[in-house]
Protein backbone atom coordinates (compact mmCIF):
# COMPACT_ATOMS: atom_id res chain seq x y z
CA UNK A 1 0.00 0.00 0.00
CA UNK A 2 2.84 2.18 0.64
CA UNK A 3 4.71 1.47 -2.50
CA UNK A 4 0.97 2.41 -4.43
CA UNK A 5 0.73 5.98 -2.61
CA UNK A 6 4.19 7.26 -3.49
CA UNK A 7 3.68 6.34 -6.85
CA UNK A 8 0.25 8.12 -6.81
CA UNK A 9 1.80 11.28 -5.00
CA UNK A 10 4.43 11.01 -7.51
CA UNK A 11 1.90 10.84 -10.51
CA UNK A 12 0.39 14.03 -9.55
CA UNK A 13 3.65 15.94 -8.95
CA UNK A 14 4.54 14.98 -12.59
CA UNK A 15 0.89 16.47 -13.38
CA UNK A 16 1.51 19.53 -11.98
CA UNK A 17 5.26 19.78 -13.48
CA UNK A 18 3.05 19.63 -16.84
CA UNK A 19 0.56 21.77 -16.25
CA UNK A 20 2.92 24.57 -15.54
CA UNK A 21 4.88 23.83 -18.99
CA UNK A 22 1.25 24.23 -20.71
CA UNK A 23 1.36 27.48 -22.96
CA UNK A 24 -2.28 28.76 -21.45
CA UNK A 25 -4.30 31.21 -24.10
CA UNK A 26 -4.67 34.82 -23.11
CA UNK A 27 -8.54 35.66 -22.10
CA UNK A 28 -7.99 37.54 -25.74
CA UNK A 29 -7.11 34.23 -27.82
CA UNK A 30 -9.60 32.37 -25.54
CA UNK A 31 -12.84 34.02 -26.97
CA UNK A 32 -10.93 34.59 -30.60
CA UNK A 33 -10.48 31.37 -30.88
CA UNK A 34 -13.94 29.94 -29.52
CA UNK A 35 -15.26 32.95 -32.27
CA UNK A 36 -13.71 30.51 -34.94
CA UNK A 37 -14.57 27.69 -34.03
CA UNK A 38 -18.35 28.44 -33.16
CA UNK A 39 -18.26 30.53 -36.57
CA UNK A 40 -16.92 27.31 -38.53
CA UNK A 41 -19.77 24.93 -36.89
CA UNK A 42 -22.45 27.05 -38.01
CA UNK A 43 -20.92 27.27 -41.41
CA UNK A 44 -20.28 23.67 -41.97
CA UNK A 45 -23.92 23.10 -40.38
CA UNK A 46 -25.34 25.37 -42.76
CA UNK A 47 -23.23 23.78 -45.68
CA UNK A 48 -24.42 20.07 -44.72
CA UNK A 49 -27.99 21.32 -44.76
CA UNK A 50 -27.79 22.89 -48.07
CA UNK A 51 -26.12 19.65 -49.43
CA UNK A 52 -29.02 17.51 -47.59
CA UNK A 53 -31.80 19.75 -49.19
CA UNK A 54 -30.59 19.40 -52.54
CA UNK A 55 -30.09 15.70 -52.41
CA UNK A 56 -33.50 15.30 -50.87
CA UNK A 57 -34.94 17.54 -54.30
CA UNK A 58 -32.91 15.37 -56.84
CA UNK A 59 -34.18 11.80 -55.04
CA UNK A 60 -37.70 12.63 -55.17
CA UNK A 61 -37.49 14.14 -58.63
CA UNK A 62 -36.04 10.45 -59.40
CA UNK A 63 -38.61 8.50 -56.96
CA UNK A 64 -41.44 10.72 -58.99
Known amino acids: MKRFMQRLIKYFRD ?3 ELKKV ?5 REFVVFTGIV ?5 VIGLLFWGLDTVFLAVLQMIIR
Open 15 to 17: IRV
Open 23 to 27: HWPTK
Open 38 to 42: LSMVV
